[in-house]
């Protein structure tokens, strides 16, 4: 085990998930690909004819999509996008006169995701390197920010969430699909490698997971649904989806 700085997790991090972009077939100690994506409730009959380019790479905590609330014509960031499943999604509900952006730290799954918006057609989505805890957008300039399963990868959980709150607009909306913990982790666990990259080494309790978005001013904070996390098996951990507002 080892102390972890958090530029060296940001570095491993990315060194991870730009492997599971260029080889989703390979070993990992978390789930990838379109059999999980299936098991944590996206559609079949969706699924079925994406190409597979779309969903092999998929490392996601759950499914957001029937809690994100998308109207048609707004504009949505997804937050760690990866290969671009949940972009594709996101795009298809705000419609051709909506904008999606994804952001990932990764660049290989950068490129991948543009090969895969390009591949099926989507022309509404934009997306680009960069971190969570630095955002490059305006302030109040986006309807919706979703993150799926990538913020526990993150070292410094409240500059990401400030810079969520930030980038949103008044009466704007965010969905955290992520995993969170009924109990503190262990401090080797907390420590390993291994358990930061099936985002639990990062992983919050439930309770102060909400009282950090209370606490950078998100209101109408909800946890929306609870299940058994499917990611990792970690007896502390669930998959919660939590939605709250900018009022």
């Excluded at 994406?50 to 790479?57: A, G, K, N, V």
């Excluded at 503190?184 to 930061?196: A, I, Q, T, V, Y």
Aim: hydrophobic content about 40%; proline content about 4%.
């Amino acid at each position: 085990m080892l102390n972890l700085i958090p530029d060296e997790i940001k570095k491993l991090v990315k060194d991870k998930y730009s492997e599971v972009s260029k080889n989703p077939c390979g070993v990992f100690n978390f789930p990838v690909g379109k059999a999980f994506a299936l098991k944590v409730g996206y559609p079949k009959e969706v699924l079925d004819n994406l190409p597979s380019s779309l969903t092999e790479s998929f490392t996601g905590a759950n499914n957001p999509q029937p809690f994100a609330e998308l109207k048609k014509e707004e504009v949505v960031l997804d937050l760690g996008c990866g290969a671009g499943l949940d972009l594709y999604f996101y795009a298809k509900a705000v419609g051709e006169k909506g904008k999606v952006y994804g952001l990932d730290i990764s660049e290989d799954m950068v490129n991948k995701a543009k090969q895969n918006m390009q591949l099926v057609g989507i022309k509404n989505a934009e997306i680009s390197v960069g971190e969570s805890d630095n955002l490059s957008f305006n302030d109040n300039f986006f309807d919706g920010v979703a993150s799926n399963g990538i913020y526990n990868l993150s070292p410094d959980k409240e500059a990401v969430m400030r810079e969520v709150y930030r980038v949103l607009k008044p009466s704007g909306r965010t969905v955290f699909c992520e995993i969170v913990l009924k109990e503190p982790l262990s401090e080797n666990e907390r420590k390993s490698h291994s358990d930061w990259f099936r985002c639990i080494g990062g992983a919050l309790v439930e309770k102060d997971f909400l009282a950090l978005m209370e606490k950078v001013g998100f209101k109408n904070i909800e946890v929306i649904s609870k299940c058994r996390n499917a990611r990792t098996g970690h007896p502390s951990a669930i998959c919660a989806n939590i939605r709250a507002y900018k009022l």
